[in-house]
């Protein structure tokens, strides 16, 4: 079992920048691919970007050049750096960990609002 739990979301203008926190708890952190993904009101969820437990960072095209994830495993941590944010990025955003190939475990997520 991993128990993962987001914090840094909030209300942000256009423009500026976020950083999302994942931590982990459970198991060894380090096996496991972390993703983060979204949900915006009444659309459906869509991947953001996600790490391997090597460093190898997959992001979607919608934030690609914005946003940066990455993660410490002496941590057990997975960040999402968000710059550059637009209103269509408003969303709730969870963390994912994935263990053999399919995202198992979720957090409760976390709210990020961008004003224009």
């Known amino acids: 079992q991993v128990q993962l739990v987001e914090s840094g979301g909030g209300s942000v203008q256009a423009g500026g920048s976020l950083r999302l926190s994942c931590k982990a708890s459970?198991?060894?952190?380090?096996?496991?691919?972390m993703g983060w993904f979204r949900q915006a009101p009444e659309k459906e969820r869509e991947f953001v970007a996600s790490?391997?437990?090597?460093?190898?960072?997959t992001v979607a095209r919608s934030v690609k050049g914005r946003f940066t994830i990455s993660r410490d495993n002496a941590k057990s941590t997975a960040v999402l750096q968000m710059n550059s944010l637009k209103p269509e990025d408003t969303a709730r955003y969870y963390c994912?960990?994935?263990?053999?190939?399919?995202?198992?475990?979720w957090g409760q997520g976390t709210q990020v609002t961008v004003s224009s």
């Open positions: 994912a960990a994935a263990g053999a190939g399919t995202y198992d475990w």
């Open positions: 790490i391997s437990f090597e460093g190898v960072t």
């Open positions: 459970g198991r060894t952190f380090s096996r496991y691919v």
